[in-house]
């Protein structure tokens, strides 16, 4: 499956209490050219060098994504929960969401987006400490730097760096 992504960004949306509330987002699309219509469940972890790990869409209210979307100005936006399903072949059934993630409210200078659901590729190798067999599959990694190590909720766009395929 062919992965394009927009650059992380933030946006503040106030919760049920009426408190502002920090999230990122990415935009992003997703076009089959693999011959055959595919199951598509995007699973993205983001990883800091501060030791944040985070499941992107998980406590993320749906009024996060209402707002990107509004924000956006795209109606075939799709929110992360629809958007897992099948994909069918082409262009023409491209499908476009977001990834989102709750800030943090630390200084952090890298990021890691790791997505998985992208390729069906898995390897089965031996854990170098207890030898045991251990399934990896193949996701596309995504790193950033943040230039001032700012802090939310005034966090700098985020510099692209490396981009590649790893198995995770």
Same mark, same amino acid.
């Given at each position: 499956l062919t992965f394009t992504h927009g650059t992380p960004r933030t946006i503040c949306v106030k919760d049920n209490a009426g408190q502002d509330r920090w999230y990122w987002y990415m935009p992003y699309k997703i076009v089959n050219h693999t011959g055959q219509d595919r199951p598509f469940a995007p699973d993205v972890t983001?990883?800091?060098?501060?030791? %944040?790990?985070?499941?992107? %869409?998980?406590?993320?209210?749906?009024?996060?994504?209402?707002?990107?979307?509004?924000?956006?100005?795209n109606t075939l936006l799709e929110s992360p929960v629809q958007i897992t399903g099948t994909i069918r072949q082409g262009a023409d059934f491209a499908l476009e969401s977001v990834i989102l993630w709750p800030t943090w409210d630390h200084h952090v200078g890298r990021m890691s987006l790791f997505v998985a659901g992208l390729s069906s590729e898995i390897q089965?190798?031996?854990?170098?400490?207890?030898?045991?067999?251990?399934?990896?599959?193949?996701?596309?990694?995504?790193?950033?730097?943040?230039?001032?190590?700012a802090r939310a909720p005034q966090f700098d766009e985020p510099k692209a760096g490396t981009e590649k395929w790893i198995m995770r």
């Open positions: 983001l990883a800091t060098e501060e030791g %944040d790990i985070v499941t992107a %869409d998980q406590d993320v209210p749906t009024n996060v994504f209402d707002t990107v979307k509004k924000q956006l100005g089965k190798v031996k854990n170098p400490i207890t030898a045991a067999e251990v399934e990896m599959a193949k996701v596309f990694m995504i790193d950033y730097a943040f230039p001032s190590r």
